[in-house]
Structure formats: C-alpha cells, structure tokens
C-alpha cells in the first residue's frame, strides 16, 4: 500500500469514527459506525513498512477524528489555538502510541525471514495476540488522552454507545474503557478477517472470545437496564435553563430575570399538584458579579425584583452558579456552585475542581507580571483558581413512595419504639455533589464525590458558547457514563442544554429542549447507595493493560537480546546479507 492510501485510509477511520460519536446529523451519536471506524487504521497499520508510516497513520487518525468530532472548538478568533493546537496535542500523543503499537506488527511480518521458533514467534506473533494488543493500546491511548490537566475525554469510542445503552452498562464495573476496548477488538477481529481471511482456523480462536465477550456485556446490559429500582426518596426540584448568549449579554440582568420568569412558572406547576420545591437550581454562571464581597448587589438588583427577594419568595434553597473569591491577595476566585438558604444566606460553596486548560486554567496566572501580562496586553481573563475541597450539600427530601422500609432504617437497643418511631418520622435529607461542567466527565473528581457519600449529583453546566447541538450532547453522554459507574442519578441542569434527569442505568427521566428557554419541576429519585466495583477500584483496567504492556516490552526485550532480533527494516536486511555470504 503507497502511504497516500494508507493516509486515506486513516482519514477515513478518523472521519467515520467522529460518525459514531454525537454530531449535527445523529445527535445521540451512530454507534453502526464505531463497529467499522477503527478497521481502515487497523490495515494502515498493518500495511505499513516502519515505524514512521505507522506513526503518520495513527497521527492522522487521532487528528481527524479530533477535529470533525471537536469542530465547534473553532470559536470566534481562537481557533487556532483552541482547535488547532489540541488537534496536534492529540496527533502527538497519537504519534507516542504508534511506537508501542507497530511492534506486533513489525514482528509478524518478519518473523519468517528471521525463523524465530521461540514462544514468541508463536503466541507473540498470532493473530489472536495481535487483536488484543491493538484493542489494548487503543484503549490506553484513550486513557491517557481522558487524563491529568490537559485530559480531554471526548472523540472515544465509549462516547458513541448511548444508542446501545445497555453496551455501556458494563461501566460500573470497568469505567467507560471496557467499552472501548471491547469496540476495539471488534475492529482488529474484522480486519483481520480482510486481511487474513484465509486463516479461518487461527481467527476462529479469536472470533469466538469477541463473540463471547460481546454476548456477555450484552447480556448484562439488558439485565441493568431492566431492572426495577425503587426510589428510597424523591428531591421535588426545579431546574432552569435560561438559554442566556455569553458571547451578546455582558452582564447577568437578563438571565436572572428570565430565570425568575421560568422558575416562577415551574412553581405554578407544582402548586396545581399541591406540592412545593425543595430545590431550585440556575446554570453555571448566572451571577456575575463574585461573592462573598459583592453579594450585596442581589439585595437591590435587577431592579425588577432583586434576587435575594425572589430567593426569599420562594421559600425554598437554590443553587447557583456563580464565583466566589477564595482570597483576593493571591487572586484566587473559583468558578463556583452558590448554595443559599430559603433566606438568601449563601451557605456554602464549592469551586470547580478540574478546569478547562488554557481556558479557565492558565499556567503562571497565579504570578502578578503574568496575570498583569494577560490582562493588559492579551486582553484575556486572568483565569480561575481550582477547588481545593469537595463540598456536599444537605438538603430535606421526602421518602418516596413504596420504599424499602429498612433502608435508612438504623436499629439502637438502646432506644426506645417510640424514639425510633419518632427519629423515622422526621424528613430525610439527600447528600447532593454538584460538579460543575467539565467536572462530570473525570473520574478523579466524580469518584471522589461519590466515595465521600454522594446520594445524586447535580451538576450545573455552560456548554452555551458552542452554539452547536453536538457539542451539548457529546458532553451529555460522557456525563451520562457517571450514572452507570456509580449506581446513582444524575442530574445536568444547563444555561441552554442538554438539561436532563438520568436513572442509574442512564435512562432518561425528565429532559429539556435544547437551545430555548425553559424550565422543569420534577421529582428527582435518589436510591439507596451500592459501592460498585468501578467506586471501589477506580480505572483498574487501563492500569492492567499498562502493566501487561510493560511485561510485554521486556519479555519481547529479552527475546530480541538472545535471538538477535530488533523488529527493524536495516536489521532485517542485515540477517538477510550475512545469511547470503554464507
């Protein structure tokens, strides 16, 4: 294969994979397509004669896939470097899985010119192994890409599931990279079959544990997505989506009015049904101007009805997101969610944890030159501090209907019938986390919160500034993945969507339009808490595969050391030189 076919074959892996993940034409994504997506790179690879054309392959693959999945990154005038550079970020890490992922490659090809009869030309060099190791490292290229400061988790194979949701109910056990890797090995399982198609015998091996391992998820699915779960309490909640444009309203008067229009007609509704919220909750970012020094503005403003006002009317806490400085000396202000009581008193405060990088985290803004640097001269934000704690809210519920009786029951010999009639009458609370925004879809951050006795997460969201559908709901099914993993609901109350209620299987309860103004008064269920394996263990998986990698890079070590064997083109020509004077 010439490497401008090989190149074509990349692109269109990259192209077809971004098919799969949610996109302006399948809003939920085209899982279809992820069964095919990653084929052409498989036989790019496989065509591939060194090291470098595999690199550009993988390159290129990674770097398309980015950039029509991650399109609406090109906003305004930054899209240089809110596209372009993440898409070479993403090349480049590409380019670093390339080397590990060539290797089987190489060695399958010149096994027959070195004749290595060794345990490694057998198994090491199998199609079998060939497909596990492919399906490995692109899962723990996957890993790596979703992690640390610059992680960024979208473009994955896991983001294309939620049509087969119960394919993705395996992520309470394994986190969203079971998954891919699963998706993974379906692709190498079907390009070897194009490749190597007369080799039924040794494919069948495989074939059939992709079959079952497929079957078994499958299964499984079913069973998580019909069961019947029994809500131990309910939190009557409002949810606003004021659909407010970052880029046009410059301060926060109009969304706090248009909120106030939307939550008093959410309040109309559940009066008709005799009930009244016990939570009301406003996007990420609403109030502009930051607490706790400024908090005197919402006594008097709007004008029309201050907010401290209206907050009292209600008779009930709201959460909202808005800033709070930490400490004006250092410049540390968090992008924050504001919890006040049904008397306007903010009463707590957590601050975004993991922020955008180069967007809301910038490195060095901490420094006065630089701040002053950025402020004055690139006429940018100085950014935002991260939270340094993770903060849960108490907030009273109701015990829902046809509950277990025993599940918040807590038995005492030493109190009485009539104490623990008496503590089982008083109304319950829900321990609520709200992550904000990009939050939601890392592990570190929404692991930890469940762990410390997370009963539902509300997360407040902006995802505005995209003005596109798929951007909103690409963010939504990562999101989504935090239900599954944890057994718990999830909530997602958005400035202009995707704004949703989902159950522990991910299944839609209650959701708003995207892009319009609107709100919803639900009564959001909260189960009992189960510790699934992925709470307890975390990402396990990919830390096996690497372990498994680094076993396999010595054991091929030590091998090529006693045979004389470098899977490499000039190493290869040389055997064949001295085996020809001979």
Known sequence: MIPILQVFYSVFSGVMLAAAIPNEFYLLGCPVFTVLALVPLYIAVWESKNYKQAMLCFAVQTAATHLCSSFWLGFKDFAIFTLGFSAFGTALIGCAFALLLYLPFSSAKSKNDLNLNSLHNQFFNSITFRCLYFAGIYTLYEWIKSSGFLGYPWGTLSSTMYEWRPLMQIADITGPYGVSIQFALINAVIAELLIHFNKRRELSDITRLCAALFFVSLIYGKYQCSKVRIPQKTLSTIMVQQNSDPWKEKTDTEAILRSQEYTQKAVAQLKEKGEHPQLTVWSEGTLKHTFPANSIHYKYFPSEQPLFEFIEKQNCPFLIGGAYVKDYETFR????????????????????????????????????????????????????????QYVYFEIPASYAEGRSINAYKTISLAESFEQQTEKENLAPVVRIATPICFDDSFPDIMRPLFKGGAELFMNITDDSWSLKKSSEFQHFVIASYAAIEFRTTVARSTNSGYSVVLDPSAKI???????????????IPVYERHITVYALLGNWLPYLLAVLLV?????????????DYIPDERKIKKHKHKKHKK
């Open 333 to 388: 202000i968090f992008n924050a969610a504001l919890m006040f009581d049904s008397k306007a008193n903010l009463r707590g405060v957590y601050g975004k944890n993991h922020l955008v990088p180069f967007a809301e985290a910038i490195p060095g803004a901490h420094i006065p030159a630089v701040r002053k640097f950025l402020v004055e001269v690139l006429k940018i934000s100085a950014g935002w501090t991260p939270g340094d």
């Open 509 to 523: 309860l209650a959701e708003m339009p995207l892009f319009e103004s609107a709100s919803l008064a639900c009564k």
């Open 551 to 563: 076993c396999y890079s010595v054991f091929s070590f030590r091998t090529f050391e006693k045979t």
